[in-house]
């Protein structure tokens, strides 16, 4: 069984550009789920998608967007990248919704927004 | 409003020593889940348990426990004879029965140094 990756592990990028961060969930699982990590907090929900529809955002703005593909995979875009973007992009995956099932994570991405 | 808050934002324990890990938590809902990860300073978050709110008993796994009080809204979790592998942060959520998303509110970690 294949667990949660991610990529690319680093990242810097600088103030204005746009970034794409991808990840494969587990076998077997149709929900993915994003949160960011700030340094020394606990993860916030960014959002999550079932079957290739968000079902459910945090409170993060509109330049924060993802995309899950037929094979379940997701993406996480953010345009117009600020300082503060800068943390560690955990994307998790669950048999869910309907349980809530268990998250699995992923080893993360971290971005530096320079 | 959901939330979950982890006062010790830090623990140092010698190795061996029992240690317990406080979690409280707010939610108006009747039916949610709580949950314990772990996370080692690779970074990936390990899930630990998940417990529902109907479900009081106290659960037991090797040297891990967890208890579970509703009257006091806590969640905790000890660690018995720990050992230095289990140096990590350690972090509370909830899921409140909101419908929709099952989004997990994480408190904000307690980091546990288990020292030899």
């Known amino acids: 069984e294949t667990g949660v990756t991610q990529s690319p592990t680093h990242l810097i990028k600088t103030r204005g550009q746009q970034v794409t961060l991808r990840c494969s969930s587990q076998?077997?699982?149709?929900?993915v789920s994003w949160y960011q990590q700030a340094l020394g907090q606990g993860p916030q929900f960014i959002f999550q998608y079932y079957r290739e529809e968000e079902n459910g955002r945090g409170n993060f703005p509109p330049r924060f967007s993802g995309l899950q593909f037929p094979n379940y995979s997701s993406e996480l875009n953010v345009n117009a990248l600020e300082l503060d973007d800068s943390a560690l992009y955990l994307c998790?995956?669950?048999?869910?919704?309907?349980?809530?099932?268990?998250?699995?994570f992923g080893p993360g991405t971290r971005l530096t927004v320079t | 409003a959901q939330k979950v808050t982890q006062a010790q934002t830090e623990i140092s324990v010698v190795e061996k020593e029992d240690v317990t890990l406080d979690c409280v938590y707010e939610t108006r809902d009747t039916t949610y889940y709580l949950f314990w990860y772990k996370q080692p300073p690779s970074g990936e978050l390990v899930f630990l348990i998940r417990?529902?709110?109907?479900?009081?008993q106290n659960e037991i796994s090797g040297r891990y426990s967890w208890n579970f009080q509703k009257s006091t809204s806590s969640f905790n979790f000890t660690i018995t004879a720990s050992q230095v592998v289990d140096s990590a942060v350690y972090f509370c959520?909830?899921?409140?029965?909101?419908?929709?998303?099952?989004?997990?509110?994480f408190g904000k970690g307690t980091k546990l140094t288990v020292n030899p």
């Open positions: 959520a909830l899921i409140p029965n909101q419908g929709g998303s099952e989004k997990l509110v």
């Open positions: 417990r529902n709110s109907f479900d009081e």
């Open positions: 076998s077997g699982h149709n929900t």
């Open positions: 998790a995956s669950s048999l869910g919704p309907g349980g809530p099932y268990e998250q699995y």
